[in-house]
């Protein structure tokens, strides 16, 4: 079979775009996902038509009609009418659903046929249909692996100030809140900011930035008033998603042009810091515009864009910690009462050195008479610099701009052309080995797709640009050294030492000695928010991290294309069949700031394919889906990835589901290539050979910092060949609709085996290749601690044995009388079988427990709206890179009321995150969230 | 009751239950920082200055604080956040020192007097329990809280040293027993001396330099430090505050006659060889000499220019065996014998040093002797006759700005 020349000279504009954007090197798998799926371009089309109206007979628009088991759909005009293309030969069903009525599927015979279907209104639990659990649609009741949708009314109703934040209220869900739009969710553990396990997909193209590894959704994703739905599939899922799905995948679709016309606009503002706990009262803007519109019947295009101006919420977090390579543990102490204190939150106070060892000493050496006095000192005088407090040092200004855009052309009725991109800039704070302010953050994503609802074709490029992005412990140390040296003959430790002991032979006690010594060493101080203070910080962080700063570089692109075909329709009577494939490249540029790649940019080359079949048998009471994926990535040897899934239908409304899924990750760009010398004096390195060979591993051994070590007897540490991280997960689940259809229940419970599990350890090196520095129990805490004797390394690695999570969640939604929805959660994740030694990161809570009241339309005419989400987790030991520490059990209220105006289409609404203004953290080191209140005005909200 | 009723009182029911629940827990307040608490003395809650206020037996020691309060101390005395060791005399202590009434205390003395005669007995910045005091040979140098100067090139201040120390006969301030030790309170601790340590205002070259016993001693160093390698240096040093010396000051009376055998020797053989050019046979030249040679030597060890006939190098050697690079009380010294190196060791490491020994009867040695490696028999340190008696008539346990003097009845032989 040839492609014949009208479909070759449509994809030609296609390709010569692709190609334009992609590097020489991807031109091959370009090519041949091109060749590979247009063939399939001539498969034979049906038109099919129809009307939908409401038991009153009034024509309803906006009703979404999808091929059942393909990605064939429309939606219906003013008139109720709709006309739908698809190669599926009848007879087929479709699946017709609409908020506020029930689903319908209706069987089509033949082609001819007008459907005519009447909806009938529904408070609608359960009626959602669902695409990524198959990547075809599917009612959310037959899914065959846990999943949670957030549906357009969701978002609507919700009380969420963002609707990233309704994700958090959703069942087995943990937000990690690095900042005010800084926000990652996580499914089944390992929370933390920009989680590398949880994907997250925005309109086919992976959020995630390919240079910092964090998915930036709630940054740089899609504007509010542009979200159709967000789709949830907590659990390992890369044999549709690829790698990265270990834990989950969040996928997020923007509304179609074509689906949702006209002009609408939200503008929310609010009040955040309302007790001045951590600063004064300030003002929560946020507003969002969206316009799309149909040029013809062909063409549609839309523009949108969402602005949010906020003061950030503070990481405020004064307690004293005390860090030994990257971990740690929270202690007792103050500015005031300890002179090495280290404030979580505070930076700049990470550089510390032993006073007595270092100045005291070669002080009595030079005036002898004092020598038996110091000696009477104690032999370790830990002290550490004045550090600035979080607030003091980054920008308090979040703003944050996002743009979108695209337009979509119909080649054919149902082959669309689509050329969309979103781009997006802000400030704002992650927490990653120390917490970064990411300022004049820019990060672009643009695609050209071929979609003809069996298949698609699609290119995309990630743009990343960190922008004036710094690291504030480095910067605020290196401020403190650009202000006053630590070193030298009168240098800040200098005039410590002197004023220690002079305030000591005045007659002070220790603590006020040290004191008053730091009062005499800080003279001159820059005060933080003075101009001095501002224009030497600014000179500081503008520097990049090679050159002595604290700025980091990064400029680092992913290029991808991929492809999928449905070929249900030629595979029918044995089983429904889809295929797909991909290629991406990174191109890894920060300039030698943060990887190793002073020399050049470094290319990682990355493909994969998948396979999915789906069989009903038992006259349909039974449906099994196989599903596999193979991915190489150049620095890891290929993986295979099945998953095995069946849905048993027990009743009508009522499915049990079992799933094994094997999944598995890449390291990160960051785990593979990094080589970034971090604020405590450790230095990060990727897991690749080249990096360990650089730093001599093989010549000059590194050894394992632990117990043996501080018993004199250092363990050397070998790495072995750097692995793929895997999970086998098993999961069994019911969803199902019972008590009249009023409640519905929705149980799992999983089982993971975490294999070659990918965990950073500590290692110590010599500087100059002499093992004795760690032979010595009596001195080896100070030689790890003192940068002239002992290099750290923090190296990612494979565990080698095994790590094993389970867990389980359960939902209740019942429905009340006059459209009240009431929702009770809970769920749990655990990790067993870490090895002493590793920091794993697990961070999820042990239970968290969630309740929802929603109605959306309620009073007058059914006017009125309201939500009430309420959350409360279990404490959690938090473990991450930049800190470990008890994070405390805390609750949350979310509420909101709202009154709709349907004549005019507006919407009004009074709302709270937080109503309560109890302060909470869900990480550790990160910002403490307090109540975020808003009102907000929306128009054409569909 | 139909259906629709059982909802809404199930939906009041909810509203009511969650509004309970919410407004009844509330999240735990964030963790905040802890101090860490100082670590207190372990003693009363009393401050010193409370103490002394208080304690009639200290009441002209309170009266010396009040009088010198301008200069501060009374108010460090009541800091919490600071820390003292104070020696405070009591009264008994000032009437034994000669200051018989709160009168001749308020009225004898200048504030500032007083203020220097306090602080020299206080080691700021630490609390040191008797306990804590070595029993080590010969004690802890520790500074005091008397400035008299300030460390060039530094902020430090330069404060004169103390130098407590214990024994088997007991706890003392330099050369002078604590009476009462221990007394702990909430920023220091107060021990009681015999008498008052008065703060030392001269250097060992003072008294070496002025003291009439000690001319032949004078002398010798004066000679040594025409050592063209190190010009000046011991006369420098003796006049060193930083310096910290114990120095076994032969009197004349024991130095005369070993100047005179020193000359003798070296006389002798150029009185030979010159009754040999004026013709005697080399037997009568060494029969006819002994007396001509000694009378010159005792012609010429009739003063202490005599010193300038020998050999700078002999010199040094003989003087710079008299001194011990640390104060040595004659209470520090051991009652075992022991030896200790001299600053002869300074470049003659090997050399055994000198050997230190003392009798006691109670708190005071009766006998402290030293003696050198080439002696026969050891030197008397000659002690005072009273204790403590003072320049320029006390002969042991002479404490200067940089060391302690005791005069010595015989010449310490290295070799």
């Known amino acids: 079979m040839f492609p014949n020349l009208k479909t070759m000279l449509i994809l030609l504009p296609v390709l010569t775009t692709q190609l334009t954007i992609m590097q020489p090197s991807l031109l091959k798998p370009a090519l041949f996902l091109t060749l590979f799926f247009c063939p399939l371009l001539l498969l034979a089309q049906v038109d099919i038509n129809g009307s939908i109206k409401n038991t009153d007979n009034e024509p309803l628009s906006g009703v979404s009609v999808t091929v059942k088991g393909s990605g064939s759909g429309t939606v219906t005009d003013e008139k109720g009418n709709f006309k739908l293309t698809t190669s599926t030969k009848p007879p087929l069903t479709l699946i017709i659903s609409s908020i506020g009525y029930a689903l319908q599927e209706v069987r089509v015979k033949t082609a001819a046929e007008t459907v005519q279907v009447s909806l009938v209104t529904s408070n609608s639990l359960g009626q959602e249909v669902v695409i990524s659990a198959t990547r075809t649609p599917s009612r959310i009741l037959e899914s065959p692996v846990t999943i949670e949708r957030v549906s357009l009314a969701t978002i609507r109703n919700s009380s969420a100030a963002t609707y990233y934040d309704i994700v958090g209220n959703l069942k087995g869900v943990d937000v990690v809140t690095a900042s005010l739009t800084f926000k990652t969710p996580s499914t089944r553990g390992f929370n933390k900011s920009g989680n590398t396990r949880l994907n997250q997909i925005v309109d086919g193209m992976d959020n995630q930035a390919p240079g910092l590894n964090f998915s930036l959704g709630s940054v740089i994703g899609l504007n509010e008033l542009d979200v159709e739905s967000m789709e949830l599939l907590p659990g390992a899922s890369s044999a549709l998603y690829g790698p990265g799905g270990m834990n989950g995948s969040l996928i997020i679709n923007s509304k179609s042009p074509f689906k949702y016309p006209g002009l609408s606009f939200q503008v929310k503002t609010g009040l955040m810091h309302t007790d001045g706990r951590t600063r004064g009262r300030s003002n929560y803007y946020n507003a969002a515009l969206r316009w799309a519109q149909k040029i013809g019947k062909k063409f549609a295009f839309k523009i949108g864009g969402e602005f949010i101006h906020a003061k950030d919420w503070v990481a405020d977090d004064y307690r004293n910690y005390k860090r030994l390579a990257t971990t740690g543990n929270v202690i007792p102490g103050t500015r005031e009462t300890d002179p090495n204190y280290e404030g979580v939150n505070v930076y700049g106070d990470e550089t510390s050195i032993d006073i007595k060892t270092r100045v005291l000493n070669p002080l009595a050496a030079a005036v002898p008479f004092y020598a038996p006095y110091i000696n009477a000192l104690p032999a370790t005088i830990n002290v550490s610099r004045t550090g600035y407090t979080e607030n003091e040092v980054v920008n308090p200004n979040t703003v944050n701009i996002k743009l979108s855009g695209a337009l979509d052309y119909k080649i054919t009725s149902s082959l669309d052309f689509i050329v969309s991109g979103f781009w997006g800039t802000g400030n704002t704070v992650y927490t990653g080995s120390d917490r970064y302010s990411l300022k004049d953050l820019k990060m672009g994503q643009y695609k050209v797709e071929l979609n003809n609802g069996n298949w698609f074709l ?132 920060s300039e030698g700031t943060l990887f190793a790649d002073s020399a050049g940019t470094i290319g990682i080359d990355e493909y994969g394919g998948y396979l999915q079949a789906t069989r009903s048998l038992l006259n349909d009471k039974l449906r ?95 790495f072995p060949k750097f692995k793929a991280e895997t999970v086998n997960s098993f999961e069994a689940g019911y969803k199902g609709l019972v008590a009249d259809k009023k409640l519905l229940i929705d149980v799992y419970g999983y089982y993971g085996i975490y294999k070659n599990f990918i965990a950073r350890v500590n290692v110590a090196q010599s500087v100059n290749g002499n093992k004795s520095v760690f032979t010595n129990p009596a001195t080896v805490q100070k030689n790890l601690s003192n940068p002239d004797s002992v290099n750290l390394y923090s190296v990612p690695t494979n565990i080698t044995s095994d790590v094993k999570t389970y867990g389980f969640g359960i939902g209740l939604d019942y429905s009340l009388p006059s459209n009240f929805v009431v929702g009770v959660n809970a769920s749990s994740d655990i990790l067993s079988n870490v090895p002493p030694g590793y920091v794993a990161s697990f ?16 009073g007058h005419d059914k006017r009125a709206i309201m939500s009430l989400a309420y959350r409360w987790q279990k404490s959690v030991e938090y473990e991450e890179d930049f800190g470990n520490g008890l994070l405390p059990a805390f609750h949350t209220l979310d509420a909101q009321v709202g009154y709709k105006f349907p004549a005019q289409k507006f919407v009004v609404k009074v709302g709270a995150n937080n109503l309560l203004n109890q302060y909470y953290r869900n990480a550790f080191g990160n910002a403490s969230i307090g109540g975020l209140y808003y009102v907000s005005f929306g128009y054409n909200l569909y | 009751m139909n259906k629709s009723i059982i909802h809404k009182l199930l939906l009041k029911f909810l509203a009511v239950t969650i509004a309970i629940v919410i407004i009844a827990s509330c999240n735990k307040n964030l963790p905040e920082a802890v101090p860490i608490e100082a670590p207190g003395t372990g003693g009363s809650t009393q401050t010193i200055a409370e103490f002394f206020a208080t304690d009639t037996n200290y009441s002209f020691y309170n009266a010396a604080l009040a009088k010198a309060a301008s200069f501060g101390l009374a108010v460090s005395f009541n800091n919490k956040d600071a820390r003292y060791t104070v020696f405070a005399p009591d009264n008994n202590a000032f009437r034994r020192s000669g200051i018989s009434s709160e009168a001749v205390v308020t009225g004898g003395f200048r504030a ?70 221990d007394n702990i309170l909430a920023n220091g601790v107060v021990h009681t001396p015999l008498i008052i340590a008065a703060p030392p205002t001269k250097y060992l070259w003072n008294r070496i330099n002025t003291d009439t016993e000690l001319t032949y001693y004078k002398a010798a160093v004066l000679r040594a430090d025409t050592d063209p390698s190190a010009p000046g240096a011991l006369q420098a040093g003796l006049l060193n505050i930083g310096a910290n010396l114990t120095v076994f000051a032969p009197v004349d009376a024991a130095l005369r006659p070993v100047l005179f055998g020193a000359l003798y020797q070296g006389i002798l053989p150029q009185v030979i060889q010159q009754l040999i050019a004026g013709g005697a046979t080399p037997e009568q030249a060494a029969a006819a000499a002994p007396p001509i040679a000694a009378a010159k030597a005792s012609t010429l060890s009739s003063t202490p220019d005599g ?109």
């Open chain 2, 307 to 415: 010193f300038n006939q020998l050999p700078v190098q002999t010199v040094k050697g003989i003087v710079v065996y008299h001194i011990l690079g640390v104060k040595a009380y004659t209470n520090n010294f051991p009652t075992d014998t022991i030896s200790y190196p001299t600053l002869l060791n300074g470049g003659l490491p090997q050399h055994p040093g000198v050997k230190l020994k003392a009798t006691f009867a109670g708190p005071f040695a009766t006998n402290a002797i030293v003696k050198g490696y080439g002696n026969a028999t050891a030197s008397n340190i000659m002690i005072n006759t009273t204790p403590f008696t003072p320049e320029p008539f006390g002969t042991s346990d002479q404490n200067y700005l940089n060391g302690v003097l005791h005069k010595i009845d015989q010449v310490l032989l290295p070799q």
């Open chain 1, 843 to 858: 961070n999820a809570p042990e239970l968290r427990i969630g309740a929802t009241v929603n109605n959306n339309g309620f």
């Open chain 2, 112 to 181: 500032g007097q007083l203020d220097s005669l306090l602080r020299y007995s206080i080691i700021p910045g630490e609390v040191y329990k008797s306990s804590d005091i070595t029993t080590a040979f010969p004690n802890i140098q520790l500074a005091s809280n008397l400035t008299v100067a300030a460390i060039p090139g530094t902020i430090l201040p330069l404060n004169l040293s103390l130098y407590p120390s214990k024994s088997a006969t007991g706890f003392y301030l330099n050369n002078i027993p604590v009476v009462a030790a």
């Open chain 1, 624 to 718: 099994l889906i196989l599903s596999g994926r193979y991915d190489k990535n150049q620095n890891f040897d290929g993986k295979f990835t099945p998953r095995i899934s069946a849905v048993i239908k027990v009743a009508e409304d009522n499915n049990i589901r079992l799933s094994y899924q094997n999944a598995y990750r890449f390291a990160s760009t960051q785990q593979q290539w990094i080589n970034l010398r971090v604020g405590t004096g450790v230095r990060l390195l990727g897991g690749v050979k080249q990096l360990q060979d650089y730093y001599h591993f093989d010549t000059n051994p590194v050894y394992e910092i632990d117990a043996n070590m501080f018993a004199g007897s250092p363990v050397r540490r070998i």
């Open chain 1, 458 to 589: 699609r290119a995309f490029t990630t743009q990343e640009n960190a922008g004036q992005s710094f690291n504030t412990t480095v910067t605020t140390r290196l401020f403190n050294e650009a202000w006053k040296p630590s070193g030298g003959q009168t240098g800040w430790y200098s005039q410590y030492s002197q004023a220690f002991l002079q305030s000591k032979l005045s007659g002070l006690s220790d603590a006020a000695a040290h004191n008053a010594a730091r009062a005499f060493a800080d003279i001159g101080r820059p005060a933080a928010g003075s101009s001095e203070f501002r224009q030497l910080f600014d000179k500081v962080r503008s520097i990049p991290i090679v050159k002595g700063g604290g700025l980091f570089v990064d400029k680092t692109n992913l290029y991808n294309v991929e492809g999928q075909y449905n070929i249900a329709s030629q595979s029918k009577g044995f089983a429904d069949i889809i295929i797909g494939g991909n290629f991406k490249k990174y191109v890894l540029n």
